[in-house]
Structures are given as C-alpha cells and as structure tokens.
C-alpha cells in the first residue's frame, strides 16, 4: 500500500516549474531520501506533500490525515531570536492533539521531557533555543517530531551543517522509525549517507530522473543526467501558465 501518491505533478516557484510532471508512491513503511542538484525541487516537493504549497497540476494523494503528518523544514527558515525554552519547543508537538487553547497538563509536559531524553538532552529543558548550537536545536526539533507520534515524517535537510555524532544518533532515531513502520521522506545531500542508510531514493532534477531502489538510482548514469539538467536550466524561461500559491 502507499502512503503518498504523486500524479503528474508540477509545482512551481514564482510560477517557474519547480518540479515537472511528477509520478508514482512512497510505499507506507518506507525509508526514501530525496536527492538531487541544487534547485532540483526536493524541499518544494516536500512542502508541497505537507500541504505548504499547491500543485500548479496534478494531485497528492495521502492515506493518512494531516494531523498525522510531521514536516521537519531547514533549520535556517527557523527564527532562533524568539524567546522559546526548549522544552516550548518540544511541547508544540502536542498541538495537533490539544490545540491552542487546552491546557498542557503534566502528563504531556512529563512526555516532553521523556523525548528530550530520548534525543541526548536531559537537563536542557529551560535552555533557550538562541544559546543552543545548531545540532542541539536539531535534536530539539526531533524531540517535538517524536511527541507528534506521526505516520508520515518529512524531513527537510536534517543533518545539514551537524556534527557527525549528532548526525549518527538522529539516524538512529529515523531508522527506529522505520523499523515502526512510519513512513520517512527525508530530503539529503550526502549521496554516501543515503547509500549507507536509506533503502530507497527518488532522485531529481526539476523532471524525475530515477526512482526506487537506493543502488538502483545512485548509478552514474543517473546521476551525470541529473547534473546535465542541472547544467541546462533556463532561469529566464516563460511563467507557467498556472502558478502555485
């Protein structure tokens, strides 16, 4: 079964084709990075599963309600200058469950912390965000995906610009989820990591270039095809009739 399907989908940046005709399923359980060039549409598409951005055509189809989706965006759209404990930011995972308006009763509060825990940072509860490095505020925002016990966890870059323990503990984290049978698209950059740890690869380059088995798609040919679109994009190319939002 799928737990994401894409048909024919086209997205767009400023009405320029960000991804172009789009096809096919993330299977429900599956572990799948997201590869490509620079540019290539990898975070747009991931918006745009998380319901952040619209389909200039086509559709995504998703067996799993909204609320069951967690969407992990890069740390540098974040604004770290709010003044917001850790903890705070761990306790808006239970948004989806109680709301703006309930209150976060110690139950939940005591769950907060458990997850802090469970991503190496006992005793950081009271820290603000601003004096946090950048891979403790990265196991920050794991902790908050792990509250929002979600079906379907989009990750955005998650190990970009981390050290290399903070990089191996989060992977054990997304592999656990695998093993839970959630299903995890996770955009990355390192092709080695991807090989190493993700079974599956949906590689980009605006157009679909390969899809499915990690070994499959990593070939060289695959990859010099998508470095060759890359090299071809016409930045100046007529709007597209229709535009997302």
Same mark, same amino acid.
């Given at each position: 079964?799928?737990a994401?399907?894409?048909?024919?989908?086209?997205?767009?940046?400023?009405?320029?084709?960000?991804?172009?005709?789009?096809?096919?399923?993330?299977?429900?359980?599956?572990?799948?990075?997201?590869?490509?060039?620079?540019?290539?549409?990898?975070?747009?598409?991931l918006?745009?599963i998380?319901?952040?951005?619209?389909a200039?055509?086509?559709?995504?189809?998703?067996?799993t309600?909204?609320?069951?989706?967690?969407?992990?965006?890069?740390?540098?759209?974040?604004?770290?200058?709010f003044?917001?404990r850790?903890?705070?930011?761990?306790?808006?995972?239970? &948004?989806?469950?109680?709301g703006?308006?309930?209150?976060?009763?110690?139950?939940?509060?005591?769950r907060?912390?458990?997850?802090?825990?469970?991503?190496?940072?006992?005793?950081?509860e009271?820290?603000?965000?601003? *004096?946090?490095?950048?891979?403790?505020?990265?196991?920050?925002?794991?902790?908050?995906?792990?509250?929002?016990?979600?079906h379907?966890?989009?990750?955005d870059?998650?190990?970009?610009?981390?050290?290399?323990? =903070? =990089?191996?503990?989060?992977?054990?984290?997304?592999?656990r &989820?695998?093993?839970?049978?959630? =299903?995890?698209?996770a955009?990355?950059?390192?092709?080695?990591?991807?090989?190493?740890?993700?079974?599956? =690869?949906?590689?980009i380059?605006?157009?679909?270039?390969?899809?499915?088995?990690? *070994?499959?798609?990593?070939?060289?040919?695959?990859?010099?095809?998508?470095?060759?679109?890359a *090299?071809? &994009?016409? *930045?100046?190319?007529?709007?597209?009739?229709?535009?997302?939002a």
């Open positions: 079964m799928s994401v399907r894409l048909r024919n989908l086209t997205l767009t940046y400023s009405r320029h084709p960000a991804v172009h005709h789009l096809s096919g399923e993330f299977a429900q359980g599956s572990m799948t990075a997201v590869v490509g060039p620079n540019g290539a549409g990898k975070s747009t598409l918006g745009a998380a319901g952040r951005i619209t200039a055509t086509g559709s995504i189809e998703l067996d309600r909204r609320e069951q989706i967690a969407y992990l965006p890069q740390q540098e759209a974040l604004d770290r200058s003044p917001i850790a903890i705070d930011v761990v306790i808006l995972g239970h &948004w989806s469950k109680v703006a308006l309930r209150a976060i009763v110690p139950a939940l509060r005591e907060a912390l458990h997850a802090l825990a469970a991503v190496g940072l006992t005793g950081f009271q820290r603000s965000v601003s *004096e946090l490095s950048v891979g403790q505020f990265q196991r920050v925002l794991f902790a908050r995906v792990l509250l929002q016990d979600a379907l966890i989009l990750l870059e998650p190990f970009s610009a981390i050290d290399a323990r =903070t =990089t191996a503990d989060l992977l054990k984290i997304i592999r &989820w695998h093993d839970e049978a959630r =299903t995890v698209i955009v990355l950059h390192d092709l080695e990591q991807v090989r190493a740890h993700f079974p599956h =690869t949906l590689l380059a605006r157009e679909p270039i390969a899809w499915g088995e990690t *070994e499959q798609v990593l070939r060289r040919d695959n990859l010099l095809r998508a470095r060759a679109m *090299e071809s &994009w016409d *930045e100046q190319a007529p709007l597209c009739a229709r535009g997302a």
